[in-house]
């Protein structure tokens, strides 16, 4: 602790080294981000311009290099501390049980949340489904699926709730740093007129992550909400936007999305109080 009357350079060269580490958070903050992003669009370009087996290869390809030479750095020096950041850890049996509790509690609640919010905001057909070009195929539906749910949680949650999360919750405490890392998460999917919906999605992971100081409870959950995501894609169909209750007023659907949204939180509550004690004790 800086002593009072300390000299002037003294207290100037505290104040320094605190500005250096700041900027030196925000540019490794950045250049996960930059990193990610640059996967993403890689991936994707693969995905969408090449014949369905091809970019489903390059873009595992690039999963797995992305996945060994940046995320786990498997041989490198700092290794473990480097595992540790993104917690890596094992669950205890009875937190893995409320994990899996989780599950249809976070989709009872991302699914009610979904009818009431398409009901009130009118989202762009496109929005509703963006992999309309890969879903008209079986390859195609399959590759996405291997991505959706296998690929994209793990590397996301890496990313977001180990190397930027963990990191953000030491210097700002954990309801800041699931705040930030949450909209970022929610903004790198590109898509605004989602962004409500992926930022409470971001905020579930995060704590969950957070609660029982595992990443894989985030993978779970992150896995389970994308598989039920492609499943209400449909088949390949083109989306079709949808009116909401301005235009047609209020219908069963909207007032069975209200009611399911309800339930699922009231039963994400009592999961999340089992999980953190299960977790925590």
């Known amino acids: 602790m800086m002593e009072i009357g300390a000299p002037e350079e003294e207290r100037r060269a505290v104040a320094g080294g605190g500005v250096r580490t700041r900027r030196r958070a925000l540019r490794r903050i950045l250049q996960h981000l930059a990193v990610f992003f640059l996967w993403n669009l890689a991936a994707g370009g693969a995905l969408f311009l090449l014949p369905a087996p091809v970019g489903a290869l390059i873009a595992l390809l690039l999963a797995w290099l992305l996945l060994e030479r940046y995320l786990l750095r498997r041989g490198r020096p700092g290794e473990k501390r480097h595992w540790a950041v993104l917690r890596l850890r094992p669950l205890p049996p009875r937190a893995l049980l409320w994990t899996m509790a989780a599950v249809p509690a976070l989709l009872a609640t991302s699914w009610g949340l979904w009818e009431v919010y398409v009901g009130l905001v009118r989202i762009p057909a496109e929005t509703l489904n963006p992999y309309a070009q890969l879903t008209g195929t079986p390859l195609g539906r399959l590759s996405l699926a291997l991505l959706a749910v296998g690929i994209a949680p793990l590397l996301e949650e890496f990313f977001f709730r180990g190397l930027i999360q963990r990191p953000l919750e030491r210097r700002w405490g954990p309801a800041r740093a699931i705040l930030f890392t949450g909209a970022l998460f929610a903004a790198i999917h590109l898509l605004p007129w989602v962004f409500p919906l992926h930022l409470l999605l971001g905020l579930a992971f995060g704590w969950v992550v957070y609660a029982t100081r595992s990443i894989w409870p985030g ?42 949204l309800v339930g699922g939180t009231l039963m994400s509550v009592w999961v999340a109080r089992g999980l953190w004690a299960a977790a925590r004790s």
């Open 219 to 260: 993978v779970i959950l992150h896995a389970a909400n994308n598989a039920a995501a492609l499943l209400g894609m449909g088949g390949g169909e083109d989306p079709v936007a949808r009116p909401t209750i301005w235009d047609v007023g209020i219908g069963a659907d909207w007032w069975m999305g209200l009611a399911l």
